[in-house]
């Protein structure tokens, strides 16, 4: 295995892990497994968990644009006056 795939390994894993669980709880509600709306399903509830999980970065963005909003009208005075 190469550098990345070391370093990312971790990352395939849980993602992995997610999916399977996803395709297991789908397939338990009585869809058949090998139907590719099953899976169609699994990878769908697996973007709905990243999306969730990147929520605070999101935020944390947001709040950072808006603070660098503020301090622009500054940033041009100090530009214009050196």
Avoid: C
Avoid at 10 to 20: D, S, Y
Avoid at 35 to 42: I, N
Wanted: glycine residues 4%; aromatic residues 8%.
């Amino acid at each position: 295995m190469d550098f990345i795939g070391t370093i990312l390994w971790p990352i395939k894993w849980a993602i992995e892990a997610i999916l399977v669980t996803f395709h297991t709880v789908i397939t338990s509600l009585g869809m058949d497994a090998d139907d590719g709306l099953t899976w169609v399903l699994s990878i769908v509830g697996l973007v709905l968990v990243v999306r969730a999980l990147l929520i605070p970065l999101f935020v944390k963005q947001i709040k950072s644009q808006r603070r660098m909003l503020e301090v622009a009208p500054h940033l041009k005075k100090i530009q214009d006056k050196y």
